[in-house]
């Protein structure tokens, strides 16, 4: 190399530079925030200028990666050992899979998305509402003041999250009275965080109909408690894709939001949703009516499973697949 | 990944929850 005159040194490149970096200064912060406090309290969000630095990450480059490497197909002899790490590293109960040999899936991404055998969810029959997901419970209660909490102590805009409504003009009511049908009624919220380990297909929690989805294109970030309870604002953040409509109560609402490593859902009922795409405008969103308006609107529409579409939405029933998240 | 239900309910709509208890598909969230 000397004959040839170059250098030893690598040529500096920024992005891994930055990476390593960033990446270092968050985990350090992380560690430092995490440390034990004499007070109990909880450890303060991270400042604004730590969650642009978080955001300034091509979350979703890495996500799109991941995606495509997961689904490139592993040779019969290597799915075995690389299942069985992922089912040590994350706990995953095969027993309860519809499909227990390993090497039925061709690569990580279709593991991922393995289904249950029939009967293991039982659904509650006394409830009105059941979980949609396996997983843990973040966070419930009663929304106030148009403020909804991610975690305890830190929130997120109502009106960030589901986006503009329609017909609310210059209503001056709060935004979460203006989804309300009844002054005795009160809007509720429950998070469900979805481990790496868990089952990723997620189901109707009732029976409803859904009137609109909403995809939201937008940052890839980690939800996991750890991430929630420093990133305000993290679900209006992150790419989502949020299904409105009503039940037996009025306003319902179900909204996946992804994550790095599983940056794109897919709505089973719309073949036309296509969420983690390469173009991405931040701040925006792209409705669709599921609400009939002609025929046209019917086809286009997709459903599959075993959703319906009657004129005014798709009619779905308590414990009925709904929709997916996969890797990348 | 997560999953966020916001829904309206009656002021009596009641949780049978835990904040952080493991959760899965089918079980019961709350009722009226």
């Not at chain 1, 481990?195 to 940052?219: I, M, N, Q």
Request: positive net charge.
């Amino acid at each position: 190399m000397l004959s040839t005159g170059r250098s030893f040194l690598p040529r500096p490149r920024p992005l891994p530079l930055l990476l390593l970096t960033g990446g270092g200064y968050l985990g350090y912060e992380h560690y430092r925030r995490r440390g034990p406090r004499k007070d109990g309290a909880p450890p303060p969000p991270a400042t604004p200028t730590q969650v642009a630095l978080y955001r300034s990450f091509p979350t979703r480059l890495l996500s799109r990666t991941w995606g495509r490497l997961n689904g490139v197909e592993l040779p019969t002899w290597l799915r075995k050992p690389v299942f069985s790490l992922y089912i040590w590293t994350f706990g995953v109960n095969m027993q309860e899979a519809a499909v227990e040999d390993l090497h039925h899936y061709r690569n990580l991404g279709e593991f991922f998305r393995r289904r249950l055998k029939p009967a293991v969810r039982p659904l509650c029959a006394s409830s009105c509402l059941i979980s949609p997901a396996d997983g843990k419970i973040l966070h419930f209660g009663r929304v106030k003041n148009s403020e909804v909490e991610q975690v305890k102590g830190v929130t997120y805009s109502l009106e960030h999250f589901l986006g503009p409504q329609k017909g609310r003009g210059n209503d001056p009511s709060s935004f979460r009275d203006s989804l309300l049908s009844s002054p005795d009624h009160d809007l509720f919220h429950v998070v469900v965080y979805l481990a790496p380990g868990d089952y990723h297909c997620f189901h109707s929690p009732t029976d409803w109909k859904v009137e609109l989805r909403r995809h939201f294109p937008g940052s890839l970030m980690s939800v996991n408690p750890g991430v929630a309870r420093l990133v305000k604002e993290l679900f209006c953040l992150n790419e989502r894709v949020a299904l409105t409509g009503q039940w037996q109560h009025g306003f319902f609402s179900l909204t996946a939001v992804g994550a790095t490593n599983v940056g794109s859902i897919r709505v089973y009922f719309d073949q036309e949703l296509q969420t983690n795409a390469p173009r991405y405008s931040k701040g925006s969103f792209h409705d669709y009516s599921y609400v009939a308006v002609d025929d046209q609107v019917l086809q286009v529409a997709g459903v599959g499973g075993g959703a319906s579409v009657q004129g005014g939405g798709v009619v779905l029933q308590k414990g009925e697949a709904v929709g997916e998240f996969n890797l990348g | 990944s997560t999953i966020v239900l916001l829904f309206e309910a009656p002021k009596d709509f009641s949780f049978k929850l835990q904040p952080g208890q493991p959760i899965r598909v089918g079980e019961g969230l709350g009722s009226v």
